[in-house]
């Protein structure tokens, strides 16, 4: 059986050159607990930070071993070393830095969700594709290694056609690690949901229709959503699921996977979200017809946190090495938002909304 377990070579692909000058935009939480420890060991070279909080900036900038702080977005921004800029600030203060940073001929990796709306995100994309800059956006999930796995089982026929997706994540979220974010109008799709959006678009392919339905918990001092439930239907009849629930008050927390096909079963766990942002290791089984009855268990041993920051910063110097797109570059990320803003769609007008009604 050993001879047919197929290669499951996860890691993300390294450019050849790891030394191309970093600067970071934003000293906050995702920076110093994902952004930093990522960089270090992939061996990334960090030239500087800023942020508007210079203490912060300052505090990070010891902690983390990186040579310089800027006062302001605009000196890092004139600093030769500084070939790409790392974008980790809110959603709507990211398309005035994009900006900037394209104008002065750097690249940019911006955090998710790319804009607040759409079409400040489409004009993001053109600012940067106007400058002849690369833009990538940082869903890193498509890195996490229970998603990477299924993607590679996919594409060597191990699963036939697809007729089954879902991602079911139940949990007790902590909001104290982001206030700004519990406060505002849109919550769970806008910032978390999100990362499973981008996956299954880059699992299965773009749905022709989303439905969902959002609500919260009694008590919740929000008024955005922090539950939902959404099902993608697709031409070929593949049918999704994305359950997501963040008020759950027990221990119980759950995270899941399952996609079924013509040929195959695979299913795993998310590891990060047994304990946000500590995690474990995804898990990942699947049985197929080529051995029916046998579940294969890979053996994962690389984390969400870190590990797959490493991914959407590797891809961009790969673009920006040989010419190509990221993985996940501003362009296939407006995909990603066009589902984002039409759950939002379908949750306010009830009723099942096609991504491509969303535009500018
Ligand atoms: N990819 C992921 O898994 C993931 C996880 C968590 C957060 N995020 C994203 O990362 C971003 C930051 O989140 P966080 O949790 O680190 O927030 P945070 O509040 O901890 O940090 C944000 C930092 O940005 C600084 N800042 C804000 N606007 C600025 C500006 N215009 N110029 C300079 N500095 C500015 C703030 O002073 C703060 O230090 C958000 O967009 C969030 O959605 C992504």
Known sequence: MRDIFPQLDYQPELPKRLDRGIGIVGAGGIV??????AYKKAGFKVVGITDRNREQAERTAKQQGIPKVYGRVEELLREPDVEIVDVAVYPAEQLAI?????????????QKPLADDYAKAVRSVELAERAKVKIAVNQQMRWDAGIRCTRLLINDGWL????YGSIQVHSKTDWSLWPWIYQGKHVEIMFHSIHYIDSLRYLLGEPTLVFTSGSRAPGETTTAETKTLTVWEYASGLQVLIDVCHTTWQD???????????????????GLMYNYPTGRPDTLEFMSKRNPAYWFTARLDSMWIPDAFVGPMAS?????EDGS???TSGRDNLRTLQVVFAEYRSMAEKRAVRPQEISQ
């Open 316 to 320: 961009l110097m790969r673009a920006i």
């Open 252 to 270: 119980d927390a759950y995270a899941s996977f399952r996609f079924e096909g013509t040929e195959g079963v695979i299913k795993g766990t998310i």
């Open 32 to 37: 110093n607990y994902a952004h930093l420890p």
């Open 160 to 163: 036939g056609d697809p007729t």
């Open 98 to 110: 994009v900006e900037q940073a394209a104008a002065a001929g750097k690249h940019l990796l911006c």
């Open 325 to 327: 797109e990221p993985e």
